[in-house]
C-alpha cells in the first residue's frame, strides 16, 4: 500500500470518528406513554400518545431526516422533517414526538398513532431508512403510565409510575460524589492518600519508563558508536555516550575557541573614524512632506 | 429660557449619576489599591510582571464604578466586551492553551536524562492536599476545598481550570491567590528550605545530567500523554495540550508551530487571561470573607508544599548511594511555578557554595510538578465534579 493510500484511509477514519460522534445513532427512545388521559397536553390542547427522544451523547445531534414507525416492516413510515430548527437535540437533552396521527400538526406529531391498552412497537431508523437505531415493544400500559429507561438512556426498560415528559427521568437534586466525600472523608485524608498515591503511582511509572527508555537510548548509542568504529568495545563507547552535557559543551566551546582564534581573514574591519556630514537623506524633512501635485 | 438651563441642569444632575464619582464604593477603592499593589511589585520588585501586569490592571478595570442602566459594561454582564472575553476563563479554554505553550517551551531533558526527580514533583503535591482537609477544617464543602486547594499546586491556569469546574464563584478569589504567592515564590520558600536542611545537606553535589537523544525527547511526550491520561482520563484537556506542545519543540519537523504556541499564542491567552480574571474581581463580588480563607490557604498550601519537596529528598536520600545523593534545595522546585522556584534553588545553592550550579537538576522536578499538579487537578475534577 503506497503512503497516498494511508493517508486518504487516515483522513476517512479521522472524518468517520468526528462524524459518529454527533450522529443520529446516539439517539435512543427513551420514554413511551401510550394511554394519555390526565398528562401531558400538546400545543393544541390535546392529550395524546408520546415517545420521548433522547440524545445519550455530549454533543448536539440533529434528527432531523430520521424515520419513526411503528410497523417493523415499514421502517420509513413518519420521517421527521428537515425544516425544522428544534430537530437538533442537545446533549443528554430530550424532544416529544406526538404519536397521534396528526401529521398535519407540524414536524413533532407523526402520522401513526399508538394503541392505547394494547402492545406497540415503535422503530427509530436512520436518514436511509436501512439502520436501526433503537427499537422498543412497549407492553400494554395503565393510563398515565410510562414505559422507559429509569436512568435516561442507560439500563433496562422498565413502566415508569410517574412520567417525565420533556424532562430527565432521573432527577438528581445533589452532587453524590461530593456528598458522599462530606459524609465519609470531613478531614480530606481519604482523598489525601487516594490521591497522593495516583499522583506517584502516575509518576513512578513515567519514572520507570523513561528509566528503560534512557538505558536503551545508551546501549542503541553505543552499537552505534561501535558500528561507526568510534569506540572499541561496548563498555567503551557506553561510558562516552553517557558524558554529562556539561562536559560536552565544555569541549564545544573549547574547539569553538580554538578554531575561531586562529584567524588568516577577517570577513568584516571596524574602524572609528569620524565623519563630518551637515545634510543626510536620513535627517531631511522634505522626504516626509506629501509632494505637491505638478501642473501640466 | 429658564426652562432651557432647567432641562440642562437636569441632564448634567443625569449623567453625574452615571459618573464613577458617583456610583463608587469602599470596596471598589480597596480593590484599586490592590490592583496599584499588584502594578507596583511588576514594576518595582519584577515579581512575575508578565502576570500581575495584566492583573493589576484588569483589577483598575474590573473595580471601576459604573450605574446599572444595562450598557453591558461590567464582566458579568452578559454579551459585554469583557464577559466574552471572560468565557475562556469561565469554559476553562484558556488554561490548555497555555499549557500548549508551556509544553512547547518547556526543555524536559532534565528529568528524561535523571527520571527519579519526577517523584520530587509529586511529593510537593502534598500541598494541594494538606490545603484540603484544612478548607474542610474550615468550612469548604468538598468541591470548594478541592478548588482552593489547587493554589498549592503552584501553577495559575491549572488553578484557573480546575476552580471553573469545581467552583465558578470562588475563581477570581482563587486565581489572584495563586498568581499572587507564585509571585511571592521567592520570598516564601527560601526560609523553609534554610528551616529544613543542614549546611552539609546544601553543599550536596549532584552528578551533571547526562545528554539526552532527540528520540528520547520525542518519545516523552507521547510515553507521558498516554501513561498520565490513560490513568487520569480528567487531566486529558491540560496534559494533552502541554504533551502536545513539546512534541511541537521536539519534533524538529514542526518549528513554526511550535513558535507560535511559545510566543504569539501564548502571550495572547496571557493578555486575556490576565486582564479578565484582574477585571473578575469587582469588589461586589470579590470582597468577602471566602476570599480571606483563600488567601490564607493559599499562603499555607505553599508552604506545605515547598516543605513536602524538601523533606522528600532528604528523606528519598536514605535510600541513594553516596555518590548518587540529590541536594534537598531542588526539593521546593517540586511545585510547578516554572522556572521561578528551580531559580530559587540556584540562588540558594550559590550562596553556599559559589561553584554548585543546581539550576539543570531544578528544572527536572520543577518539570515533573507540572505534570504532577495537572494530575492532582484531574484527580480532583475527576472525584468531585
Not at chain 1, 24 to 37: D, G, H, S, W
Not at chain 1, 143 to 152: A, E, K
Not at chain 2, 88 to 105: N, S
Not at chain 2, 168 to 192: E, F, R, T
Request: charged share 15%; glycine share 8%.
Amino acid at each position: 500500500m503506497n503512503i497516498r493510500k494511508i493517508r486518504v484511509a487516515l483522513a476517512l477514519w479521522c472524518v468517520a470518528m468526528v462524524a459518529a460522534a454527533q450522529s443520529p445513532m446516539a439517539l435512543r427512545i427513551n420514554e413511551v406513554l401510550t394511554a394519555n388521559e390526565n398528562n401531558y397536553i400538546d400545543p393544541f390542547g390535546n392529550r395524546g400518545a408520546w415517545i420521548e427522544i433522547y440524545n445519550s451523547s455530549a454533543g448536539t445531534v440533529q434528527m432531523a431526516g430520521c424515520y419513526i414507525t411503528d410497523d417493523p416492516a415499514n421502517p420509513k413510515k413518519y420521517m421527521i422533517s428537515k425544516g425544522d430548527l428544534k430537530t437538533k437535540i442537545g446533549p443528554h437533552q430530550v424532544v416529544i414526538l406526538w404519536a397521534d396521527g396528526k401529521a398535519h400538526h407540524g414536524t413533532f406529531h407523526t402520522n401513526f398513532s399508538l394503541k392505547a391498552g394494547e402492545e406497540n412497537y415503535i422503530g427509530l431508523y436512520d436518514a436511509s431508512g436501512k439502520n436501526l437505531i433503537d427499537e422498543v415493544h412497549v407492553p400494554a400500559l395503565a393510563p398515565d403510565r410510562s414505559f422507559g429507561f429509569s436512568l435516561d438512556g442507560k439500563g433496562e426498560r422498565t413502566v415508569l409510575e410517574n412520567p417525565t415528559p420533556e424532562a430527565a427521568n432521573h432527577v438528581e437534586n445533589t452532587n453524590p460524589k461530593v456528598d458522599k466525600f462530606s459524609e465519609k472523608d470531613p478531614f480530606g485524608v481519604s482523598m489525601a492518600i487516594t490521591a497522593m498515591s495516583v499522583v506517584f503511582i502516575a509518576l513512578i511509572i513515567l519514572f520507570f519508563a523513561f528509566k528503560c527508555v534512557g538505558k536503551a537510548s545508551i546501549t542503541m548509542s553505543a552499537h552505534r558508536a561501535v558500528k561507526a568504529g568510534v569506540a572499541d568495545t561496548i563498555s567503551a563507547a557506553k561510558s562516552e555516550t553517557s558524558i554529562p552535557g556539561e562536559v560536552l559543551a565544555a569541549i564545544s566551546m573549547a574547539i569553538y575557541e580554538y578554531q575561531e582564534a586562529e584567524h588568516d581573514y577577517e570577513e568584516a574591519i571596524l574602524t572609528v573614524k569620524q565623519v563630518k556630514r551637515t545634510y543626510s537623506p536620513w535627517s531631511s524633512k522634505i522626504y516626509g512632506l506629501r509632494q505637491i501635485p505638478n501642473k501640466k | 429660557m429658564g426652562e432651557f438651563f432647567s432641562f440642562l441642569g437636569e441632564n448634567i444632575n443625569e449623567f453625574l449619576t452615571y459618573t464613577g464619582f458617583a456610583n463608587v464604593a469602599v470596596g471598589n477603592l480597596v480593590m484599586i489599591f490592590f490592583g496599584c499593589v499588584f502594578i507596583y511589585l511588576a514594576v518595582a520588585k519584577e515579581f512575575e510582571p508578565m502576570l500581575l501586569i495584566p492583573i493589576g490592571f484588569g483589577i483598575l478595570i474590573g473595580n471601576i464604578p459604573f450605574k446599572d442602566a444595562g450598557l453591558q459594561l461590567g464582566i458579568y454582564e452578559e454579551n459585554s466586551v469583557l464577559n466574552i472575553l471572560y468565557q475562556g476563563v469561565v469554559q476553562g479554554w484558556y488554561p490548555p492553551l497555555i499549557f500548549l505553550g508551556i509544553g512547547a517551551m518547556t526543555d524536559f531533558s532534565a528529568l528524561i536524562s535523571n527520571p527519579k526527580l519526577m517523584l520530587v514533583g509529586a511529593a510537593a503535591q502534598f500541598g494541594i492536599f494538606g490545603a484540603y482537609a484544612i478548607a474542610l477544617a474550615m468550612g469548604f464543602d468538598p468541591s470548594q476545598a478541592g478548588a482552593v486547594a489547587i493554589i498549592g499546586g503552584a501553577d495559575g491556569p491549572t488553578a484557573i481550570f480546575l476552580s471553573s469546574k469545581l467552583a465558578p464563584n470562588l475563581m477570581g478569589a482563587i486565581a489572584i491567590s495563586a498568581y499572587s504567592y507564585m509571585a511571592l515564590v521567592p520570598v516564601i520558600q527560601p526560609p523553609i528550605m534554610r528551616l529544613l536542611t543542614n549546611k552539609k545537606e546544601r553543599l550536596i553535589r549532584m552528578r551533571p545530567p547526562r545528554a539526552v537523544s532527540q528520540t528520547e525527547k520525542i518519545i516523552f511526550p507521547i510515553v507521558g500523554l498516554l501513561l498520565t491520561c490513560f490513568l487520569v482520563p480528567s487531566g486529558l484537556p491540560l496534559l494533552g495540550m502541554l504533551f502536545f506542545g513539546n512534541l511541537l519543540k521536539e519534533s524538529g519537523v514542526t518549528r513554526r508551530l511550535a513558535e507560535t504556541a511559545r510566543g504569539p499564542l501564548i502571550d495572547v491567552i496571557t493578555i486575556l487571561l490576565g486582564v479578565t480574571v484582574g477585571a473578575s474581581t469587582q469588589a461586589s463580588q470579590f470582597l468577602t470573607a471566602n476570599s480571606i480563607k483563600i488567601f490564607v490557604l493559599g499562603a499555607v498550601s505553599f508552604v506545605i508544599a515547598t516543605a513536602a519537596g524538601v523533606l522528600f529528598v532528604k528523606f528519598f536520600n536514605l535510600f541513594l548511594r553516596k555518590d548518587n545523593k540529590i541536594n534537598p534545595l531542588i526539593g521546593n522546585a517540586g511545585v510547578s511555578a516554572v522556572p521561578d522556584s528551580a531559580r530559587i534553588s540556584q540562588v540558594l545553592g550559590l550562596e553556599y557554595d559559589p561553584s554548585n550550579y543546581l539550576l539543570m537538576h531544578a528544572m527536572g522536578p520543577n518539570v515533573a510538578g507540572v505534570i504532577g499538579s495537572a494530575v492532582a487537578a484531574g484527580i480532583l475534577l475527576g472525584f468531585l465534579g
